[in-house]
């Protein structure tokens, strides 16, 4: 089940973001991820190999940080809010996990998070996180 760090304490909350920030400092793995708020000429904010290194193990982060790794078009769309931006999101969402799992990447996990937390549709919200869910499952379950 992905972690969500707005349902931990206060207390358990920033002792992860602690944790986080001192893995992401002293981990060279990990020092992409810290404070990256600029996107490149792709409308990503990761380097293409970094992105193809963590692959769909991105899903193994919070879902805050997950959110992280949404490209600038998916972004933008969902705090607009266009409408038909996030139906064919929905449609997308809604292909049977096993079409879904082969082409998925580190950035449509992004978008898919990043709709999680900011989508204004409470539905929409929650069915991203479901689908986020069984990625991890199925993460969890291929790591040797």
Request: with cysteine; net charge positive.
């Amino acid at each position: 089940m992905i972690l969500k760090l707005s349902n931990l304490p206060e207390k358990e909350r920033k002792a992860y973001f602690k944790l986080f920030e001192i893995i992401c400092i002293t981990t060279p793995y990990f020092t992409h991820i810290h404070n990256n708020e600029k996107y490149n000429s792709n409308g990503l904010r990761y380097d293409v190999n970094y992105l193809n290194g963590i692959g769909k193990r991105v899903v193994l982060l919070p879902l805050e940080i997950m959110a992280n790794y949404v490209d600038v078009i998916t972004k933008g769309n969902i705090d607009r809010n266009d409408t038909l931006f996030i139906k064919q999101m929905n449609r997308d969402l809604s292909r049977p996990i096993d079409e879904t799992y082969v082409r998925i990447n580190a950035t449509s996990i992004g978008n898919i998070a990043y709709a999680a937390l900011n989508v204004q549709h409470a539905q929409m919200r929650v069915w991203c996180e479901h689908i986020l869910n069984l990625i991890h499952e199925r993460v969890i379950n291929e790591l040797p």
